[in-house]
């Protein structure tokens, strides 16, 4: 045999393992990720976890056969445009988005590229025709965080049976507040509870927000689902403990810093259960048609230690539905 033929059959030979090793980069499926929160908030944490969990029961694998490129908002809705735009010009295969602001940029941002969203109402919201037949590019699961709010001040009587005046406080930057509020009035006429619609975009005027719920006499308060508002939970804890105010909470972590009662979908399972609408998007099915899901696991919070600071007695038949009680 040549012996220059030998030498180049076998740099060939060796180059081939190379090409095969720095190909599946080029290849690799890749996943948009928009986060409103920031990489180091332990909630986007724990649902990042969840998702990647999701993924990898599927068989996908980060840095073998996916790709996820995470992009964060910080808490500050007006940056999503950019970010979901960036996403586009990656030409990711899928676009994954959590929160009402971040689904809202990634629709404005592409009617091409498919959307898996975790949404509140997302047919209040108009990102979808309808549950069953989504029609466009998004699909994905459904919170119904609107609905619960009803729940949530079902819950407040419970433990407050008195309670006429209830104040509620939301971000009206957030692109879902308005329909939160309207469900939530609705839900205290029927329980006979005077409802007091409070705004807050930053920190100073959650301040000024508890102000006004002092002289307005408010019970109790109910936190509407938010970013910013998840940001300074230890601020709205603090201000409601000062001032000896039950609270309400959809979020687990609100509870978990200090807050009264928390009850919200499973997240965890949630976000577990997005991964699968991202598997059947990248083996070929159109969002338009793949059904949005509701949540079937609730979980319930109550933090026995801010109860007893406030001297309330929690009902043993909402103990019994508890999923964590803080001592």
């Known amino acids: 045999m040549d012996r220059r033929a030998f030498i180049v059959g076998g740099l060939t030979a060796l180059a081939a ?28 944490a724990r649902y990042v976890g969840a998702f990647r969990q999701g993924l990898r029961e599927l068989g996908y694998v980060e840095g073998q056969n996916i790709t996820i490129e995470f992009r964060w908002a910080e808490g500050k809705y007006g940056g999503l445009p950019g970010l979901a735009a960036e996403l586009v010009r990656l030409k990711v295969n899928v676009l994954v988005a959590g929160s009402q602001p971040a689904i809202q940029a990634a629709k404005l941002a592409t009617e091409a590229i498919p959307i898996v969203m975790v949404a509140a109402d997302p047919v209040a919201a108009g990102f979808v025709a309808s549950l069953a037949r989504p029609g466009g590019n998004i699909t994905g699961l459904s919170m119904m965080s609107a609905d619960l709010i009803g729940k949530q001040l079902a819950m407040l009587k419970e433990v407050v049976p008195k309670v006429s005046r209830v104040a509620l406080l939301g971000n009206p930057a957030n692109p879902g507040n308005a329909q939160w509020v309207q469900h939530a009035q609705e839900a205290a006429r029927v329980l006979s509870v005077r409802l007091q619609a409070l705004e807050a975009r930053d920190p100073k005027e959650i301040d000024n927000a508890f102000t006004e719920m002092i002289k307005e006499q408010a019970g109790a308060v109910v936190i509407l689902n938010d970013t910013m508002l998840s940001d300074n939970r230890r601020r709205i804890t603090d201000h409601a403990a000062r001032r000896r105010l039950p609270t309400v909470f959809g979020l687990s972590e609100l509870a978990e810093a200090g807050g009264l009662l928390a009850y919200e979908p499973s ?3 949630t976000w577990r259960r997005a991964a699968t609408y991202v598997d059947k998007i ?7 048609d793949i059904p949005v899901e509701q949540p079937t696991k609730f979980e319930l919070i109550i933090n026995m230690k801010t109860a007893k600071a406030l001297g309330l007695t929690i009902p043993p038949s909402l103990l019994a539905r508890a999923d964590q009680v803080i001592e």
């Open 282 to 288: 990248l083996k070929g099915a159109k969002p338009a």
């Open 267 to 269: 997240r965890s399972d």
């Open 17 to 44: 393992p190379l090409a095969a090793e720095a190909q599946p980069a080029a290849s690799r499926l890749r996943i948009g990720f928009l986060g409103t929160s920031s990489r180091s908030d332990p909630r986007a």
